[in-house]
């Protein structure tokens, strides 16, 4: 039977609920008539939903222990609106609170498994667009799927996820069809140490970043009184387990927020979920540049350790923003993964937001995209993908060429030119005319580049006025 799909804030039917069956979430169901509730459960975290407005819910609360993550998906708007996220059951036992964002769930003893919402709590949130992390489920990877030898910084492999190197080790990245069974991601990004470094020098790093625009992070009214909380969430996994940090640095205002989390158990999916608080220093600016950085520390020199871990907004200062982390560079075959990343506005994580494919890409394409195949380097030897157009030399024998880009791109993007043989070098293209029946790789720049598209300038070798194509690769870059 297919699985039934549901959005946040949806008020399910008595129809609807008598509808649902176990194996529509593989889940142990404690009820599914109107008014009451299905409880599931997914990987360790135990699912609460129910159908319509009441404040009282009907559970089977031998399915809860204490230290449960309860996420709740749909509480119904009625008396009650709780906005979709997770809460802790703090005991299984007798009367006790189960904090859930600023509002409580009230849990009762065992014997009379009620679960009682607090009405003051009322708050909505959309079901789309939540997440502004792009690529989170790391599904697109235009460069490659694996790099070797990495000891600099820039884009690898996942699409929006930076490298930030210094100094530390070397390394192969790579986007593994690995992520914890259940979840319904498919795909992790993997950095893997290659040579270690043991003793980092003072101002050594790594870390893994992603930059975000500031026009996209309107949503959180930082720098106002009406600021609010970032809940970040993802699936991670590492061979040594130990203290890592999770940061947002504030590149506008020159503040920055750091949490540590725990990886506990070697070789095995985790899920965490960190709140950072709000701000009402510094607003974002609404522009297309990089306001701020989402950064995944796998270690650091003392010049970012030595300090103290903040917990709350600060100005940005160095020795703060790692404290604590583990060295992942110490031992060759170190690893670690991630999968699953979500960054949005609130106090509590929702589940992660699962996405159209073609939206995915058509984001990843607004910072980078190319002629070449996803996965297929640069200067590769191939013609799948290759860009060719009709063309007529000038008297110099130029040959221009439009390329429109597959999106508008986040600015002006920087542009590299290849043959379609690898051997032929970059900067070329080939031109196929009466005088150059076989073709001629002649000298190829962009002009009149803007974010739509380009001219490319091919030379024929300077036959005026004759007629032919061109064809080549091109890629196109506007990274922050």
Request: hydrophobic share 40%.
């Amino acid at each position: 039977m297919a699985i039934q799909s549901f959005s946040v804030g949806q008020v399910l039917t008595s129809a609807q609920m008598s509808a649902l069956q176990l194996n529509d979430y593989n889940q142990t169901v404690s009820t599914k008539t109107a008014n009451y509730v299905l409880v599931a459960t997914d990987a360790g975290t135990k699912i609460v939903m129910n159908s319509a407005s009441a404040t009282t819910i009907t559970v089977n609360t031998s399915l809860f222990a204490a230290g449960d993550t309860l996420t709740i998906l749909n509480i119904g708007a009625g008396a009650c609106t709780i906005t979709p996220g997770t809460a802790t059951v703090s005991s299984a036992t007798s009367l006790v609170l189960v904090q859930y964002g600023s509002g409580t769930l009230y849990f009762t003893s065992a014997g009379v498994s009620v679960f009682q919402a607090n009405s003051s709590v009322s708050t909505t949130i959309s079901d789309t667009n939540r997440n502004v992390i792009i690529n989170g489920a790391m599904q697109v990877a235009q460069r490659v799927t694996s790099q070797a030898s990495i000891t600099a910084s820039t884009y690898y492999t996942a699409d929006r996820f930076l490298t930030s190197l210094s100094s530390l080790g070397t390394w192969t990245q790579s986007v593994e069809a690995d992520a914890p069974t259940g979840s319904g991601l498919r795909k992790s990004l993997k950095m893997l140490c290659t040579t270690a470094d043991a003793s980092p020098a003072a101002g050594d790093f790594h870390l893994i970043q992603q930059l975000i625009e500031g026009q996209n992070l309107q949503q959180f009214a930082k720098g106002t009184a009406s600021a609010k909380p970032f809940a970040l969430s993802f699936w991670v996994k590492s061979n040594v387990t130990g203290t890592y940090i999770a940061e947002l640095n504030d590149s506008d205002n020159n503040r920055q927020v750091s949490f540590a989390y725990t990886v506990s158990v070697s070789a095995t999916w985790e899920k965490k979920t960190i709140t950072f608080p709000a701000d009402i220093t510094g607003a974002f600016d609404n522009d297309n540049a990089s306001s701020l950085g989402c950064n995944f520390w796998l270690g650091a020199g003392t010049s970012w350790t030595s300090g103290t871990l903040q917990n709350t907004w600060v100005s940005n200062v160095s020795a703060n923003r790692a404290v604590g982390q583990t060295n992942l560079a110490a031992a060759t075959s170190n690893y670690w993964q991630v999968t699953g990343v979500q960054l949005e506005v609130g106090s509590v994580p929702t589940p992660f937001e699962f996405e159209n494919i073609g939206e995915t890409i058509a984001k990843c394409e607004r910072y980078y995209q190319k002629s070449y195949n996803d996965g297929v380097a640069v200067a590769t030897n191939t013609n799948n993908g290759l860009f060719g157009t009709g063309s007529v030399g000038n008297a110099s024998g130029l040959h221009l060429n439009n390329v429109y880009f597959k999106v508008d791109m986040r600015t002006t993007p920087t542009i590299q030119l290849w043959v379609e043989a690898a051997t032929g070098g970059a900067g070329f293209w080939t031109v196929f005319s009466s005088p150059q029946p076989s073709g001629y790789n002649g000298g190829a720049f962009p002009i009149g580049q803007n974010t739509k598209g380009m001219v490319v300038v091919v030379s024929d070798g300077g036959y005026a006025w004759q007629p032919g194509s061109s064809r080549g690769h091109w890629e196109a870059s506007a990274e922050l």
